[in-house]
């Protein structure tokens, strides 16, 4: 199994950035699609972006030119730059991992992460 840890959030005001990681252990993250999805008091778990083996990238369009994630196999680490943050971004994003599942489905993903609060105020 995989084991994934989210690093990185925090309390940031509008208009401000923040960089999230993924530190993957027991496995290698080459093999792996990596997702990130969050989720915000009384609202359901939405995918925020995912990038799949070959590095082809998926994004929301609510994040879509402000967020980007990216992946270092070398380090088995993967990454969400988070710039010009809303208040509407605030929520817990976690990052999730799967091997042949649709990227895009919070269902297919196996293994996820604890979490991290990302804060962003007015």
């Known amino acids: 199994q995989v084991q994934l840890v989210e690093s990185g959030g925090g309390l940031v005001q509008a208009g401000g950035s923040l960089r999230l990681s993924c530190a993957a252990s027991?496995?290698?993250?080459?093999?792996?699609?990596l997702g990130w999805f969050r989720q915000a008091p009384g609202k359901e778990r939405e995918l925020v972006a995912a990038?799949?083996?070959?590095?082809?990238?998926y994004y929301a369009d609510t994040v879509k030119g402000r967020f980007t994630v990216s992946r270092d196999n070398a380090k088995n680490m993967g990454a969400l730059q988070m710039s010009n943050l809303k208040p509407e971004d605030t929520a817990v994003y976690y990052c999730?991992?799967?091997?042949?599942?649709?990227?895009?489905?919070?269902?297919?993903?196996?293994?996820w992460g604890q979490g991290t609060q990302v804060t962003v105020s007015s």
């Open positions: 027991g496995d290698f993250l080459n093999d792996y699609l």
């Open positions: 999730a991992t799967q091997k042949t599942g649709n990227p895009l489905i919070a269902a297919q993903y196996n293994y």
């Open positions: 990038i799949n083996i070959e590095s082809m990238t």
